[in-house]
């Protein structure tokens, strides 16, 4: 149910974006992709990581809930009122001054969401994963459906910001029909703070770092190139990224409460590891080498050709997000393990690493950054998952040969379709809709060859899969 409901929104989500791509133009993602950024890293740190500490807490009750929900409440309150008055300085650092009113505009979600955050914990902590994948569509469609409209009648780039504030206020009446069992009262007290926080605070800090290491690269691409670069590379970077984190989102969902519940054996928790990171690398990485082959004919015809300047971007981004799609694994071991420290201290080197690399690719244009978030990951991912493997006393090697079958026949179909493309666009040249056919071939070839490899190098590889998430489902 939580895989029906989050493909349901994302491609509810994936359309929004097709369409308000061609109702707008580049400057205006660009322009709320600014206050984006900052929302954004509020939104981080404002439910202070309770949110995790309730899912991993082994002896929870009523008083750590209402604790929960008030600290996260008066914090959303806080950082909306330091999110108005700091909305004229970001203009001045944008340089662009209609950022003032979009941030203040944006800023309400930071009022709204503490309302829902406590419900969604308490139904992720009970594995009722249903009415969250429910809600979480429903919200992704009220999102879509008021921004398209408010873009139908001329609002520009307010209408990506209306769709936002539409999205959060509908999900809260929801979550709250969903978990009747629970309505918060006063009480907390500071000693079941105080239990939550020495977990939480951990968590907060590493979103938060983690979201400005995420996003760093749109805060130096908007101040150095302004809100139509920018704007095109936010849409390469959705395109790679924005399927991928949902398909990664939707294991994590279920990895992290299921390595809590089997924390006590490691044994289950090295098995649940092993078999999610290898299912989704099995998924993510012919996606993301198809959308590198495929990438021209792909941005013109979905997006139109005032967006082909993001397809070399895209092709360079294909990289992350490959090694970023199993990286995210890695926090949900850390929490579960109850180290939720140890991912803090890596974000904080991944943010200055990331900060210095995209200031030194900004001189070679969006195409530049790109390159140097690729060439950063691949380092990057590689220790964050050798260091989860200490964690749960299991050698890496044995991480690498559980994702080295989809690596091999990611990279080989990938390689088949770049090759593929020459001979395809010089048959297929010059007649009607011959972008389709080449999209569509190309397509062909890269998904047939990946499925070959498979089955040449590891006949029994669907079996082994259907096995692993018979085991996961029971591990649950």
């Known amino acids: ?25 580049p400057e205006d993602f660009g322009l709320v992709a600014m206050a984006t950024v900052v929302m954004g890293f509020w939104a981080a740190f404002s439910d202070l990581g309770l949110t995790a500490a309730l899912i991993q807490r082994k002896d929870l009750d009523d008083a750590h809930r209402d604790a929960a929900f008030w600290s996260s409440l008066a914090m959303g309150g806080v950082l909306f009122v330091v999110s108005v008055a700091l909305s004229p300085v970001l203009a001045i650092l ?15 979600s930071l009022l709204l969401g503490p309302f829902a955050a406590t419900h969604t914990s308490l139904l992720k902590r009970e594995l009722k994963f249903g009415p969250v994948a429910r809600i979480e569509a429903f919200r992704s469609i009220s999102n879509g459906v008021s921004a398209i409209i408010a873009a139908s009648f001329g609002l520009g780039y307010w209408s990506i910001v209306v769709g936002t504030l539409v999205g959060n206020a509908v999900v809260i009446p929801a979550y709250y029909i969903a978990n009747p069992s629970w309505r918060p009262r006063l009480r907390g007290t500071r000693e079941h703070a105080r239990q939550l926080f020495s977990f939480s605070l951990y968590v907060a800090s590493s979103n938060t770092i983690n979201y400005l290491s995420a996003n760093l690269d749109y805060v130096i691409v908007g101040r150095v190139l302004g809100p139509f670069a920018l704007g095109v590379y936010m849409l390469a970077y959705q395109v790679v990224t924005f399927p991928l984190t949902r398909i990664s989102s939707l294991f994590n969902q279920v990895l992290f409460p299921a390595l809590s519940s089997i924390q006590d054996d490691l044994e289950e928790v090295r098995r649940a590891y092993l078999g999610t990171t290898r299912s989704l690398a099995m998924i993510t990485f012919p996606l993301l080498g198809w959308g590198a082959v495929v990438a021209p004919e792909f941005v013109g015809i979905v997006y139109g050709d005032k967006w082909l300047p993001a397809v070399p971007i895209l092709q360079w981004l294909a990289v992350a997000g490959a090694l970023k ?84 026949a990611a990279f080989a179909a990938t390689g088949a379709g770049l090759s593929a493309r020459i001979p395809f666009e010089q048959v297929m040249s010059g007649g009607a809709g011959s972008e389709v056919l080449v999209l569509l071939s190309l397509t062909l070839t890269t998904f047939g060859s990946y499925m070959l490899v498979l089955r040449v190098l590891n006949p029994n590889i669907w079996h082994e899969m259907r096995e692993f998430f018979a085991h996961f489902r029971k591990a649950r």
């Not at 149910?1 to 133009?25: D, E, H, K, N, P």
């Not at 995209?358 to 991912?381: C, E, R, Y």
């Open 1 to 25: 149910m939580l895989g029906v409901g989050r493909t349901l929104g994302t491609a509810s989500s994936w359309l929004t974006t097709l369409i308000l791509a061609r109702l707008l133009v």
């Open 94 to 108: 944008y340089r662009e001054p209609r950022v003032t009113l979009v941030v203040i505009l944006s800023a309400v």
């Open 325 to 408: 799609s199993i990286g995210t694994l890695v926090g949900s071991v850390f929490k579960s393990r109850g180290r939720p420290q140890v991912e803090l201290y890596w974000n904080i080197v991944w943010t200055i690493a990331v900060g210095g690399g995209v200031l030194v690719g900004v001189q070679w244009g969006v195409v530049g950054v790109a390159a140097a978030i690729s060439i950063l990951s691949v380092p990057g991912v590689l220790y964050t998952k050798w260091l989860a493997c200490r964690y749960i006393e299991m050698p890496f090697t044995r991480l690498l040969r559980a994702v080295w079958l989809p690596t091999v």
